[in-house]
C-alpha cells in the first residue's frame, strides 16, 4: 500500500540554523500539506500547497517558513532561522483530490536546543 | 469558524470491552468529511476510519464504528473487542472549505490488561 514517508525520523538543531524537512507524499496525489504538532497539544495546520504554489497557509506559517517541490516526488518544509518554539513535530500529508482523505507521514520530531 | 471538540481528555478500559469516543463538531458546510485518526506513542498519524457527510449509513472498518449523528453534529468513534494495540491518543477530524484539517484536541485511550 502506498504511503507518505519523511526523513529525518528525528533532527536536533541549533537555534538559528535552517533546518529542511522531506516529505515524499504518495505519487499519484496532487495536493501536499505540512502539519505541527507541539508535545502535548493538538495538530495544527501549517499549509497546503496545489500546482506548485501554495494554497493555504496558517498564521504559524511566517517568514520563517517555505515549501518547495523541487523535483515530482519530495516536498519539503524549510525554516530558515529556527526558535525554541519550532520544537514540534511535523507532519507531512498528501491527498488525491481537494477535501479528499489526507494521508500521513511517520512525522520529523524537530528539537531546537 | 469550523470547530472540533473532544470532551474527554482521557479514559481507560480493559481488554476485550467496548469503548465509545465522543467527538462534536460545528460547520457551515453541506457537504464535508469527517475522520478519526489514530496516534499511537510512535507519535504517526494514522487513518481509522471516515465517513462521507452525504452518506447515511454509518462506516465501519472492522472493530471500529462511528455513530455519525448529523443533525447534532456528533460523530463518536466504536471500538469493539478493544486490544492492547489500541493504546493511542484519537483525534477526531475534518477539513474546513479550505482544505486543512481541524483536529480535535484528541481523546488519550488507555486500554488495560
Known amino acids: 500500500e502506498p504511503e507518505v514517508t519523511q526523513t529525518p525520523s528525528h533532527q536536533v538543531t541549533q537555534m538559528g540554523q535552517e533546518v529542511i524537512l522531506r516529505c515524499v507524499p504518495i505519487?499519484?496525489?496532487?495536493?501536499f500539506y505540512w502539519y505541527r504538532q507541539i508535545l502535548g497539544q493538538k495538530v495544527e495546520f501549517l499549509v497546503s500547497?496545489?500546482?506548485?504554489?501554495?494554497?493555504?497557509k496558517s498564521e504559524i506559517f511566517d517568514d520563517q517558513f517555505s515549501v518547495e517541490r523541487p523535483d515530482g516526488s519530495n516536498f519539503t518544509l524549510k525554516i530558515r532561522s529556527t526558535k525554541l518554539e519550532d520544537s514540534a513535530m511535523y507532519f507531512c500529508?498528501?491527498?488525491?483530490?481537494?477535501?479528499?482523505?489526507?494521508?500521513f507521514g511517520p512525522g520529523t520530531r524537530l528539537t531546537v536546543l | 469558524a469550523q470547530t472540533v471538540t473532544q470532551s474527554q481528555p482521557e479514559m481507560s478500559v480493559q481488554e476485550a470491552e467496548t469503548v465509545t469516543l465522543s467527538c462534536t463538531y460545528d460547520?457551515?458546510?453541506?457537504?464535508?468529511?469527517l475522520f478519526w485518526y489514530k496516534q499511537p506513542p510512535s507519535r504517526q498519524m494514522i487513518l481509522v476510519i471516515r465517513q462521507e457527510a452525504y452518506k447515511q449509513q454509518n462506516a465501519t472498518e472492522n472493530r471500529f464504528s462511528v455513530n455519525f449523528q448529523k443533525a447534532a453534529k456528533s460523530f463518536s468513534l466504536k471500538i469493539s473487542d478493544s486490544q492492547l494495540g489500541d493504546t493511542a491518543m484519537y483525534f477526531c477530524?475534518?477539513?474546513?472549505?479550505?482544505?486543512?484539517?481541524?483536529f480535535g484536541k484528541g481523546t488519550r485511550l488507555h486500554i488495560l490488561p
Open positions: 505519487s499519484n496525489h496532487l495536493y
Open positions: 477530524a475534518s477539513p474546513n472549505r479550505d482544505d486543512k484539517i481541524i
Open positions: 500529508a498528501s491527498s488525491g483530490g481537494y477535501t479528499d482523505t489526507q494521508y
Open positions: 460547520t457551515s458546510e453541506n457537504n464535508y468529511y
Open positions: 500547497f496545489y500546482n506548485n504554489e501554495i494554497s493555504e
